[in-house]
């Protein structure tokens, strides 16, 4: 990174100006959370400003400081503070509200204590508190860093608040390379490892040869101790349908001894490892080609490692359609009924879906209550592909109603999106039953799960972030 200018620049052919490190007393307030401040303003954000030859000044670092963040929580406190008050006002001692029971609770009225009434009444407000907080929060947060990205527009910054992407961790040198192949190579072919992979032996795939050098290499380890890697869940026959276009480009390959199960998309497996690595994970597993498919003593081998495979993961990928093509959140899947299901989902410390996904970045969570609803959609490849945490992704599937929205640049809500949740399986009681046991596997021991809980509709208005 070059060395940080005190000087703000539009565009490189508009004059530079000099940032003051004090505001003059005439000079104009500045308005809260706008880019290119000094640390000094204690009103502003603290931001960054980096030069880059032959280009634009562009303004890093957070948008919005950390005393303006103090102060957004704190008006988010007052104002959860009013409400409550006001609904306990409301409330009162809920006489109102008992009047308008039915005469069967006359008796238990007129005999219940003040005080008790009145806690009925406090419990009540809390509650309406609690359901709409983190909503309140979460939007006071989102409209002040999207009105504070629009001044540092007008401005004519160009704002970047992402973090620069880290170095890939170093892992050791494999003991062997079994495969190497180029991506062209490989469609309609069958891939055999069996002539240069050793029986009892970890085998990954190189995801940075696959991604940057179209390369599909398969190296192998005596053992994953300090190996950061990523393990694919998937069902041996998949979801069967038209492939998009976008998925085509490489074709599909099989594997020598397990030709029965779905080809391999190699469109599919790049999208996985570009998911990994955008998770700084250099390495995958998937068991079709790091498996010795034609030999008995490797497969039992790595059968009685499977659970250490996958608890060792640093993270799970699964593929609810299997390996042939990704499938939308609209299209029912039979992966959760699979038997080995529960233990790729729970073993793994972190696991998400990927889906054939075309509204970038997002967000959902239920609009009443987003505590144990909410989640992100994380975009792989622009238009074409994301991720999802598995757990946020089965609570939402179980929920009573979820909202999803897509960025937008118009608006800090983001737009809304309409989908339906299906892919654990369509509205078939099996399914519904088979989703709400796995999210109570996935939640920590504490949380509670409600045995009553209805299954909501499947049509969702969808609203990402």
């Given amino acids: 990174m070059g060395e940080t200018s005190s000087k ?3 565009h490189p052919d508009e004059t530079s100006t000099q940032l003051p490190s004090q505001p003059s007393e005439d000079a104009e307030p500045k308005p809260p959370g706008l880019p290119g401040c000094s640390p000094d303003d ?54 109102s509200i008992l009047d308008s029971r039915d005469n ?17 009444g406090g419990i009540i407000a809390i509650e309406e508190m609690l359901k709409d907080s983190t909503s309140l929060f979460q939007d006071v947060i989102a409209k002040e860093l999207f009105e504070a990205g629009k001044r540092a527009e007008e401005a004519g910054l160009r704002v970047e608040t992402e ?29 055999d490892i069996s002539g240069e ?15 940057h050098e179209e390369t599909l290499q398969v190296i192998e380890y005596p053992d994953t101790q300090g190996i950061p890697y990523a393990v694919i869940s998937y069902i041996w026959r998949g979801a069967i349908g038209p492939t998009a276009a976008s998925f085509v480009k490489y074709g599909t390959f099989a594997v020598k001894g397990a030709e029965d199960g779905d080809p391999v998309s190699v469109d599919v ?24 498919q034609t030999s008995r003593d490797d497969k039992v081998w790595q059968i009685q490692q499977m659970y250490r495979i996958y608890a060792e993961c640093a993270e799970c990928f699964i593929l609810p359609g299997g390996t042939r093509r990704l499938v939308r959140l609209e299209e029912p899947t039979m992966w959760i009924h699979r038997g080995w299901t529960l233990q790729e989902a729970v073993a793994p410390r972190s696991a998400s879906v990927v889906i054939h996904w075309e509204h970038g970045d997002g967000s959902f969570g239920n609009p009443e209550q987003r505590i144990g609803t909410s ?14 945490r598995l757990s946020s992704l089965v609570n939402a599937s179980v929920a009573e109603d979820v909202e999803f929205r897509a960025v937008a640049p118009d608006t800090y809500r983001g737009r809304q999106v309409d989908v339906s949740i299906r892919i654990f399986g369509n509205d078939e009681e099996a399914g519904w039953r088979h989703a709400f046991a796995l999210s109570a596997a996935l939640k920590p021991v504490d949380d509670e799960v409600d045995p009553k809980a209805t299954k909501k509709g499947q049509q969702f208005g969808g609203v990402l972030r």
């Fill in 163 to 191: 973090e620069l992407p880290k170095p890939l961790p170093i892992v050791p040198t494999p003991m062997a390379v079994v495969l190497t192949k180029p991506l062209s190579s490989l469609d309609n072919t069958i891939i």
């Fill in 269 to 292: 497996l790049l999208h996985v490892c570009k998911a990994a690595l955008l998770k700084n994970i250099p390495l995958l597993w998937l068991d079709r080609l790091c498996i010795i």
């Fill in 197 to 211: 992979a050793l029986p009892c032996r970890f085998r990954l795939i190189d995801c940075a040869k696959l991604v």
């Fill in 8 to 10: 703000i620049q539009a």
């Fill in 375 to 388: 989640g992100s959609i994380e975009e792989i490849v622009p238009g074409q592909s994301a991720y999802i």
């Fill in 104 to 120: 069967a609770y006359e008796q238990e009225r007129d005999s219940a204590p003040e005080f008790a009434q009145r806690m009925d």
């Fill in 42 to 95: 204690a009103s502003g954000a603290l931001c960054e400003v980096e030069g880059r030859s032959g280009g634009d000044k562009v303004v890093t670092g957070p948008l919005l400081s950390e005393e303006m963040k103090q102060k957004l929580f704190q008006d988010v406190l007052r104002t959860m503070s009013k409400s409550f008050h006001e609904r306990l006002k409301r409330v009162g001692n809920m006489e």
